[in-house]
């Protein structure tokens, strides 16, 4: 007699769905509830979640007229400030900025303020995204979507895990990019494959003078001036799902990497060992759409 093999999940994987996901804090009482929590078991569990948040950035480039953009902020109450090329980190408002790679018309960067990983900074994404789609925003080979994700405390031995790390998962991450961004195809986004981040590599220098650029699909060089750890892989989007995805997929491949280094190259998206299984559907579902 065969038997079958539950799939299941456990209670505390449904509960670190809900915590982990993009959803309202209402949304997410009312999945707990569902679950069977108390409204003070809910509140302890959000409080935890809170507690465990992480600071981020995004940089979306994309071409879009300007008049049109300020009547679709106006609207939707987005603070905002036109400016110069500049890399001035700020906490307040999204700032437009010129980008000399980005080719077509009205080409734009649009940088977030510094954004704490819960509901508020997300929801500060999710309208930023609505805004600029309502503004009819476009991408194209030439866009990119820069993640920043906070680097406070990083000890040289963190560093060059999320490098090491990286590297062994970049065959499996280009199969969720656009062609454009994967293996060496793309200049501003270069490949880590070839590197050899054990030799003579022990400290955040040495691994930065063995890179000597930013221009690699993890940026070395940001932790200098931002304090953070820049992804450059994806592709530009307006998308807030595909963000805000990517963007939890940088934050837990930077913090799991605190403490752990996988074995060897792993090529399948089910064995990446710091996201959810929800999380795991939407990467696979992106890799067979750009099949």
Not at 49 to 66: A, N
Not at 187 to 193: E, H
């Amino acid at each position: 007699m065969s038997s079958k093999v539950s799939t299941k999940k456990s209670l505390s994987e449904q509960v670190a769905e809900v915590r982990e996901s993009t959803m309202s804090k209402d949304a997410k009482c009312k999945a707990l509830i569902k679950l069977g929590f108390t409204h003070y078991e809910i509140e302890f569990v959000l409080r935890e979640s809170q507690s465990k948040t992480f600071t981020f950035g995004v940089e979306i480039e994309c071409l879009m007229m300007r008049s049109r953009f300020i009547e679709r902020a106006r609207d939707n109450r987005m603070q905002y400030e036109y400016q110069g090329y500049n890399h001035t980190d700020n906490r307040s408002y999204y700032k437009f900025v010129t980008d000399s790679s980005i080719h077509g018309d009205n080409p734009i960067e649009c940088v977030s303020p510094i954004l704490e990983g819960n509901d508020n900074g997300f929801e500060s994404l999710k309208n930023c995204c609505k805004t600029l789609n309502e503004a009819d925003a476009k991408v194209n080979r030439s866009t990119g979507l820069h993640v920043h994700i906070g680097a406070s405390g990083m000890t040289d031995k963190w560093f060059l895990n999320i490098f090491r790390n990286y590297q062994k998962l970049e065959s499996i991450i280009d199969t969720f990019m656009a062609p454009s961004r994967r293996r060496d195809n793309n200049t501003f986004c270069k490949s880590l494959q070839g590197y050899n981040f054990d030799y003579a590599c022990n400290t955040i220098a040495d691994l930065q003078r063995k890179l000597s650029s930013r221009y690699y699909k993890v940026n070395p060089m940001s932790i200098n001036r931002h304090g953070t750890i820049e992804f450059r892989q994806h592709q530009g989007t307006t998308d807030f799902e595909k963000i805000s995805n990517w963007v939890r997929f940088c934050a837990k491949l930077v913090q799991w990497s605190k403490e752990n280094v996988l074995s060897n190259e792993d090529l399948r998206i089910d064995n990446i060992p710091f996201i959810t299984e929800s999380e795991k559907a939407f990467f696979k579902s992106r890799a067979n759409a750009l099949r």
